[in-house]
């Protein structure tokens, strides 16, 4: 489906995968560990941007490479 190499793919799969743990520690943190208000809804929005990015990285992922 799409033209990029299976190695690419691979390497974009990881990026998506480490967002979606960065993202993951980052609501962890504004939950839990930050107290000021302003500052847990600042890091909430970027673990939420890093979600949407992870989910974008994957579509590529998903629809395989055009490589055989």
């Given at each position: 489906m799409?033209?990029?190499?299976?190695?690419?793919?691979?390497?974009?799969?990881?990026?998506?995968?480490?967002?979606?743990?960065?993202?993951a520690?980052?609501?962890?943190?504004?939950?839990?560990?930050?107290?000021?208000?302003?500052?847990?809804?600042i890091?909430?929005?970027?673990?939420?941007?890093?979600?949407?990015?992870?989910?974008?990285?994957?579509?590529?992922?998903?629809?395989?490479?055009?490589h055989?």
């Amino acid at each position: 489906m799409f033209d990029i190499s299976r190695m690419n793919l691979m390497w974009i799969s990881f990026y998506s995968l480490g967002a979606m743990a960065l993202a993951a520690v980052l609501i962890y943190v504004a939950r839990y560990k930050i107290s000021s208000r302003p500052i847990s809804i600042i890091v909430s929005i970027v673990a939420w941007a890093l979600l949407i990015f992870s989910f974008l990285l994957m579509i590529p992922v998903l629809g395989g490479s055009s490589h055989a």
